[in-house]
T-cell receptor, first 112, second 114 residues
Framework: QKEVEQDPGPLSVPEGAIVSLNCTYS??????FMWYRQYSRKGPELLMY????GNKEDGRFTAQVDKSSKYISLFIRDSQPSDSATYLC????????????FGKGTTLSVSS | GAVVSQHPSWVICKSGTSVKIECRSL??????MFWYRQFPKQSLMLMAT?????????EQGVEKDKFLINHASLTLSTLTVTSAHPEDSSFYIC??????????FGPGTRLTVL
């Protein structure tokens, strides 16, 4: 079993839809959870950053972490064509300077 | 968020030559930077962890002598691909770690080896 599992999609939704992206993981030591957005041929852009369990909201984006289920989610409300990109979940342990473990990324396409 | 730059953004070189890629944290100091490689439609693969003032830590399967990393200051890490070959053609991305454990990525460098 891989440390981080993420459905690669592709996921196609109409403009205005609510998008749900998910990752599961196996390492209970993970404490830091992040979501990145990556456009083609660009570096990943940090969208959401959560420490331990709970929810975090930023504009149209909501990140949820359920450590008991080893499951994290990113919700995008009122999706826009500009949200079309690959979304990568990433996580790391509690040690300072620990590298991130990435999911494979989910490709999202929002049609107008 | 914090800004990380990379230079060059793309480079084409002949087989057998060496290529240096720079990664800079522009508005914060980073004792730790990471180097990743990404092939088309694949996720990021960690190559090495770069710590300021000490030797880099390489992931299994990554050749230390081929991918030279130097973290010369708190804002600069360099990756040198030595004796590059066509199979080294890839998208190389660096990231820098803040004190709050956030990782910010550079825009990436596309290397094409002819």
């Amino acid at each position: 079993q891989k440390e981080v599992e993420q459905d690669p999609g592709p996921l196609s939704v109409p403009e205005g839809a609510i998008v749900s992206l998910n990752c599961t993981y196996s390492n209970s030591a993970f404490q830091y959870f992040m979501w990145y957005r990556q456009y083609s041929r660009k570096g990943p852009e940090l969208l959401m950053y959560t420490y331990s369990s709970g929810n975090k909201e930023d504009g149209r984006f909501t990140a949820q972490v359920d450590k008991s289920s080893k499951y994290i989610s990113l919700f995008i409300r009122d999706s826009q064509p500009s949200d079309s990109a690959t979304y990568l979940c990433a996580m790391s342990g509690n040690q300072a300077g620990t590298a991130l473990i990435f999911g494979k990324g989910t490709t999202l396409s929002v049609s107008s | 968020g914090a800004v990380v730059s990379q230079h060059p953004s793309w480079v084409i070189c002949k087989s057998g030559t060496s290529v240096k890629i720079e990664c800079r944290s522009l508005d914060f100091q980073a004792t730790t930077m990471f180097w990743y490689r990404q092939f088309p439609k694949q996720s990021l693969m960690l190559m090495a962890t770069s710590n300021e003032g000490s030797k880099a830590t390489y992931e299994q399967g990554v050749e230390k002598d081929k991918f030279l990393i130097n973290h010369a200051s708190l804002t600069l890490s360099t990756l040198t691909v030595t004796s590059a070959h066509p199979e080294d053609s890839s998208f190389y991305i660096c990231s820098a770690l803040t004190l709050e454990h956030e990782q910010f990525f550079g825009p990436g460098t596309r290397l094409t080896v002819l």
